[in-house]
């Protein structure tokens, strides 16, 4: 069963930063593109960034600068550095992954149980 644990919410003053993590465990599994999504209360979910199997990273326009994805695949875990954080960063964000396991053969998409950002003085 392939679990993704996200860590490092809270609360953070304006201007100030946050990491991160994300860790995939179970099965024997390959990992594809990771990435980290936000959903604001009253809003739809949006990706923030992503990072390819392959190093490829792409960001939302509005974290370009201030974010950035890194990965690590020996612990399976991808990170989300946040600078300069601002009260538009405030919202649940999400750990998302493709992985292929060896339990079922095939690639699913997963999701991270969401973890809160509150970017408040």
């Known amino acids: 069963q392939v679990q993704l644990v996200e860590s490092g919410g809270g609360l953070v003053q304006p201007g100030g930063s946050l990491r991160l993590s994300c860790a995939a465990s179970?099965?024997?599994?390959?990992?594809?593109?990771m990435g980290w999504y936000r959903q604001a209360p009253g809003k739809q979910r949006e990706l923030v960034a992503a990072?390819?199997?392959?190093?490829?990273?792409s960001y939302a326009n509005s974290v370009k600068g201030r974010f950035a994805i890194s990965r690590d695949n020996r612990k399976r875990t991808v990170y989300l550095q946040m600078n300069s954080l601002n009260s538009e960063d405030t919202a649940v964000y999400y750990c998302?992954?493709?992985?292929?396991?060896?339990?079922?053969?095939?690639?699913?998409?997963?999701w991270g149980q969401g973890t809160q950002i509150t970017v408040s003085s």
């Open positions: 998302n992954a493709d992985i292929w396991s060896r339990s079922d053969g095939r690639t699913n998409n997963y």
């Open positions: 179970g099965d024997t599994m390959t990992i594809y593109t």
């Open positions: 990072q390819t199997s392959g190093g490829s990273t």
